[in-house]
């Protein structure tokens, strides 16, 4: 009874224990049910020590993703009945695998289909976006980015003006222009180039009846692994003195607790090469088997250049066992594919989900950028596990010495 109370009991801040707790989601398309399965997991082994009321939400106090990893994001901090999480983890699996096919339609593999999808490119992205937009809207209704029950960090990028545009439940506390509604973030996240639109919407200051437009596309151009990101809007809370962190030395990345999820790589299928790409033009850099490696090449830039930074700062500071990347690096073949959403190819990537939990915890080789499985051979299962314990320890430490928290506890009993 007391362990369903402190699930649902709202998770108290920072100043209240020892850790700032983050959650980081890579984008990745279809991709997303791989963090999704690791989610599931995590959020099983919580329930386990507090009761099958407890959400990932609860346990975090910023939760961020990219493009996919957003549209996870929104699902696991949207409020639903009750003013509990609009889905569980374990939801977000069946949703990849019902909605998937839907919002990215397969084609024939004839000729003439293969032809007509790369003259599709030339002229306009690959999928017209309307069955995501009319999904998400559906799904997260007029919920706003103020409402969500755990702070989120969703990045996008403004092509009007050529900069990021970082969706942050700190920045809207003093920034009411940038409380766009959810749905309209999670479609400018998931606005990947040459694959869905562009997307405009606009959002009214109510205190100035100021109108902001914002131009975007998927996040993933700035930051497809936003860890980095995160952490940096939680400095920045802290610089500034927010009641709610305790204060911390620069670089004292020992108080926070980060998992970081990737979707999948498929470094180890070297599927372009130099020889090739030296013959390439504007068309094959957007389309070639299938592929566009113009998108992969930034997409996986970007999240390795991430994980290789806080690998190194980590360790650098001793706090190794704090940061958690699960990554496959070993995806080839169309199971590396953003869109390829056909049943088996979707039942394969559920399967690569379940076989990382039970692979070694890896970690970035600083030399070669390639993970190697770190020398005490936890799994990322037990890795999993050791975190929901201290987010647990955590969640409990925090209700124990605040005020409301103990409050929560009682009126719940």
């Not at 339609?105 to 599709?120: D, G």
């Not at 940038?178 to 400018?188: F, G, H, K, Q, R």
């Not at 379940?354 to 390639?370: A, Y």
């Not at 770190?374 to 201290?390: C, G, I, M, V």
Request: proline share 6%; with cysteine.
């Amino acid at each position: 009874m007391e362990g369903a109370n402190a699930a649902k009991a709202p998770l108290q801040p920072p100043a209240y224990g020892n850790l700032i707790t983050v959650l980081s989601i890579d984008g990745g398309g279809i991709r997303g049910i791989i963090p999704g399965t690791i989610l599931s997991f995590l959020e099983s082994e919580l329930q386990k020590l507090d009761g099958e009321e407890a959400r990932i939400a609860d346990y975090f106090d910023v939760i961020s993703g990219t493009s996919t990893g957003g549209l996870v994001t929104a699902m696991l901090t949207t409020p639903g009945e009750h003013n509990r999480p609009m889905f569980s983890a374990n939801e977000i699996k069946d949703f990849y695998l019902n909605q998937s096919p839907k919002i990215f339609p397969q084609n024939s593999c004839t000729l003439f289909a293969r032809v007509k999808r790369v003259i599709k490119a030339l002229i306009g992205p690959r999928y017209d976006g309307k069955y995501l937009h009319g999904l998400v809207k559906k799904q997260l209704g007029n919920r706003r980015l103020h409402e969500t029950l755990t702070n989120i960090v969703i990045p996008t990028f403004d092509i009007k003006k050529l900069q990021p545009t970082i969706f942050s439940s700190f920045e809207v506390k003093k920034n009411p222009s940038m409380d766009a509604l959810l749905s309209d973030i999670c479609i400018a996240t998931s606005a990947a180039p040459t694959y869905l639109p562009a997307h405009y919407f606009e959002t009214i200051d109510k205190r100035t009846g100021h109108v902001r437009d914002f131009n975007l596309i998927d996040g993933g151009v700035a930051a497809n692994n936003p860890t980095l990101v995160a952490i940096g809007e939680v400095t920045k809370e802290i610089i500034k003195g927010s009641s709610d962190f305790f204060p911390i030395k620069p670089m004292d990345y020992g108080r926070f607790l980060v998992i970081s999820l990737g979707t999948g790589s498929p470094k180890a299928e070297e599927k372009y090469s130099a020889y090739k790409a030296a013959k390439w033009g504007v068309l094959s850099w957007l389309t070639f088997n299938g592929s566009t490696p113009l998108v992969d090449v930034f997409t996986h830039a970007s999240a390795d250049m991430v994980d290789l930074h806080l690998s190194v700062v980590f360790q650098a500071l001793h706090s190794q066992d704090n940061y958690l990347r699960i990554q496959d690096d070993t995806l080839n073949g169309v199971v590396s594919s953003v869109d390829t959403a056909t049943k088996n190819n979707l039942d394969d990537l559920l399967k690569v989900g379940e076989g990382l939990l039970r692979k070694p915890v890896s970690r970035v080789n600083s030399s070669t950028g390639i993970l190697e499985p770190s020398p005490n051979q936890e799994t990322n299962e037990d890795a999993l596990r050791r975190f929901a314990k201290l987010l647990s320890q955590e969640k409990w430490l925090r209700l124990s010495r605040s005020p409301h928290g103990r409050a929560a506890l009682l009126n719940k009993k």
